[in-house]
Nanobody
Framework: QVQLVESGGGLVQPGGSLRLSCAAS????????MRWYRQAPGKERELVAH????????NYADSAKGRFTISRDNAKNTVYLQMNNLTPEDTAVYYC?????????????WGQGTQVTVSS
């Protein structure tokens, strides 16, 4: 059974930092690229960061560049999102996903999300 469990969300003041974690189980983690998405109230889900299966390449949304860092530990089946210099605009539910393309078909699994609220 595939499971992705996010943790680390919470309430933080503007300028603060949070580190999100996503623990994976039920599939071969090292075969999957991992992503962090977020969805703010009334807005569409937005891709925040992506990391390849071996961790050798990362990509970020413009809103995350220079402030967020995605990383993974394949020995622990966990992906992280370090978020620094947070602003109220970063308030959203953050989701991790595991993504793999097999025979031109994309498979993507999702976690349940963790709430991040940036407010003074």
């Amino acid at each position: 059974q595939v499971q992705l469990v996010e943790s680390g969300g919470g309430l933080v003041q503007p300028g603060g930092s949070l580190r999100l974690s996503c623990a994976a189980s039920g599939f071969t983690f090292s075969n999957y690229a991992m992503r962090w998405y977020r969805q703010a109230p009334g807005k569409e889900r937005e891709l925040v960061a992506h990391i390849t299966s071996a961790g050798g390449s990362t990509n970020y949304a413009d809103s995350a560049k220079g402030r967020f860092t995605i990383s993974r530990d394949n020995a622990k089946n966990t992906v992280y999102l370090q978020m620094n210099n947070l602003t109220p605009e970063d308030t959203a539910v953050y989701y991790c996903s595991a993504r793999r393309m097999i025979m031109l078909k994309t498979y993507e699994y999702w976690g349940q999300g963790t709430q991040v609220t940036v407010s003074s």
